[in-house]
Antibody
Framework: QLQLQESGPGLVKPSDTLSLTCSVSGGSISSSSYYWGWIRQPPGKGLEWIGSISYSGSTYYTPSLKSRVTISVDTSKNQFSLKLSSVTAADTAVYYC???????????????WGQGTMVTVSS | SYELTQPPSVSVSPGQTASITCSGDKLGDKYACWYQQKPGQSPVLVIYEDNRRPSGIPERLSGSNSGNTATLTISGTQAMDEADYYCQAWDSSTVVFGGGTKLTVL
């Protein structure tokens, strides 16, 4: 059964770059039926999509974070990564990685999620 | 940018039917999906492509989508259904989430 696991520092200093990796096990990241994505959730708030990537490297970002976000994929390691630059306290959140199931032109749904990792931005 | 609007909270008595709405411009022209999130847990996909249930999701959860509104319906609501529910759609190559609805089973 496919599993996703986030990894990375739990504490990041303001103005630094947040870096997280999502390791995929139990299946291949190289499938045209899926994209892979990052979603975050500030404490007590709702879900916010950060961006998604295909196994071939096509990327899609939320407009509000686009200038600070880079998502990349490493098919040899079966993992994908998130970098968010110039972080502030507003970036403190639980960060989830997830598989994005694709169906037709608008059928996109995150069908498998990682357990999430809390990242705090503080000096 | 595209927006999805959900009521912040919905209350239902055990055994009754709960309906959670999600509104967006011409949402019926797109596929909508729904997630259930319980405290301290990752979201779980419960409805995709408007009305399809992933394996393991009970039949009492159903979905519909028409016009500007998608609806998640929970029939015979149980205490275990108390959770936050989020709708989501894909628009202009971006994922859009609704703000979430807290379902309380009184």
């Amino acid at each position: 059964q496919l599993q996703l696991q986030e990894s990375g520092p739990g504490l990041v200093k303001p103005s630094d770059t947040l870096s997280l990796t999502c390791s995929v096990s139990g299946g291949s990241i190289s499938s045209s039926s899926y994209y892979w994505g990052w979603i975050r959730q500030p404490p007590g708030k709702g879900l916010e999509w950060i961006g998604s990537i295909s196994y071939s490297g096509s990327t899609y970002y939320t407009p509000s974070l686009k200038s600070r976000v880079t998502i990349s994929v490493d098919t040899s390691k079966n993992q994908f990564s998130l970098k968010l630059s110039s972080v502030t306290a507003a970036d403190t959140a639980v960060y989830y990685c997830a598989r994005l199931l694709r169906s037709g032109n608008t059928g996109y749904a995150f069908d498998i999620w990682g357990q999430g990792t809390m990242v705090t931005v503080s000096s | 940018s595209y927006e999805l609007t959900q009521p912040p909270s919905v209350s239902v008595s055990p055994g009754q039917t709960a309906s959670i709405t999600c509104s967006g411009d011409k949402l019926g022209d797109k596929y909508a999906c729904w997630y259930q999130q319980k405290p301290g847990q990752s979201p779980v996909l419960v409805i995709y492509e408007d009305n399809r249930r992933p394996s393991g999701i009970p039949e009492r959860l159903s979905g519909s989508n028409s016009g500007n509104t998608a609806t998640l319906t929970i029939s015979g609501t149980q205490a275990m259904d108390e959770a936050d529910y989020y709708c989501q759609a894909w628009d202009s190559s971006t994922v859009v989430f609704g703000g979430g609805t807290k379902l309380t089973v009184l």
